[in-house]
């Protein structure tokens, strides 16, 4: 078995406790790994870093290619550039790849959802440029390039072969943003066409395809949106599957990958115990399965499953009164 070197930020709040559950996970499960451990977010400037995303632990990412990250705080309005941001400029992690389905003991409205959600990473409204025209009145630039929207486009129809999918659905609001959601549009169908005829694919204008969602989640198999949409579209399908604490994520480019668990540090149970690891180990399911161990992610997988169908360790958030630590040695028991 190859040793991996990955990256692991702890992150804020819970961070550590969470993503500490996940690498006990791993490791029982048998993965050789040298843990780079780094800061980032509030916790590198209580450390006395001068930015929360240090230089270091930047270059470490780069030169190792692959890191799990807990979450970290960013501010509302105010403050730091958020560390999310940053990390997926820098090194270019322009596809934001969230899966969701249900999971057994976990009762929700919705049974049998599995979709995956494509996002692109790096433009859109998010690429921050914003300017106060006059005081009072401010703008923010929408931006989309043929390069971006191909890049994720090809990246969508390519990841959704190797996942045996069988339909792509592109949410888009090109009927009032015609020239940037219209390229958006424009670039997948070309890859659609030229490259991948055999994947289905359709367009749904997005205030009409989260109708379609809330009605019947079974019907959307794979998701490719601009920035704006997938951030908002994927918590809210998170919220079918039993909400952000149950669900994974992960941010790739062609020279890195980061996964993370996509909730909030919650500092108000930080340090208590109490804490849901669960998003952070699916986020290292999908961090294995990234650098091709993918007899340890299967074995996590169905350890997990297993706790959550007996539904003797769920946390708070699941409806149970189980600690972090409990959940976690209860999926490292189920290990097999």
């Known amino acids: 078995m190859a040793k991996h070197t990955i990256v692991v930020i702890p992150g804020d709040g819970i961070g550590p406790e969470v993503i500490g559950a996940a690498r006990r996970v791993m490791e029982a499960a048998g993965l050789s790994v040298d843990w780079v ?47 999310n941001v940053q990390l997926r400029k820098k090194l270019n ?9 249900s999971l057994p003991g976990v009762k929700t409205l919705y049974d049998n959802v599995n979709m995956i959600i494509i996002r692109e990473n790096t433009e859109g409204l998010y690429s921050g440029i914003e300017n106060e025209v006059i005081p009072g009145v401010v703008t923010s630039l ?34 009032i943003m015609k020239m940037t959601d219209g390229l958006f549009l424009n670039c997948a169908r070309r890859i659609y066409e030229d490259e991948y005829p055999n994947i ?22 794979v998701l490719l949106m601009e920035n704006l949409y997938g951030d908002v579209v994927s918590d809210l ?8 604490g149950v669900v994974p994520g992960s941010n790739i480019g062609d020279e ?27 986020s290292g399911v999908m961090m294995l399965r990234h650098i091709h161990e993918d007899a340890i992610a299967q074995r996590i997988e169905k350890a997990y499953d297993e706790v959550l169908a007996e539904g003797k360790n769920l946390t708070r958030d699941l409806g149970g009164n189980a600690g972090t630590n409990q959940f976690t040695d209860a999926v490292i028991a189920r290990l097999k």
């Open 142 to 175: 929408k931006v989309a390039t043929e390069l971006a929207c191909t890049r994720i486009a090809r990246f969508a129809f390519r990841y959704a072969t190797k996942q045996h999918r069988k339909k792509i659905t592109v949410f888009h609001k090109a009927n």
């Open 93 to 101: 992690l322009y596809a934001a790849v969230r899966p969701v389905r």
């Open 256 to 282: 890195a990958a980061v996964f993370e668990a996509v909730h909030g540090s919650a500092p108000d149970i930080a340090g208590k115990g109490v804490a849901n690891p669960l998003a952070c180990i699916m």
């Open 200 to 221: 289905e694919y359709e367009e749904t204008i997005i205030d009409a395809g989260c109708m379609k969602i809330v009605q019947d989640p079974t019907r959307i198999d």
């Open 237 to 244: 399908c998170a919220g079918l599957v039993g909400g952000l």
């Open 37 to 83: 451990e780094l800061p980032a977010g509030a916790t590198a400037i209580e450390q006395g870093f001068e930015n929360v995303l240090p230089a270091r632990t930047l270059a470490a990412i780069t030169a190792h290619k692959v890191a799990i990250k807990g979450p970290v705080t960013t501010p509302v309005g105010k403050g730091f550039t958020s560390v």
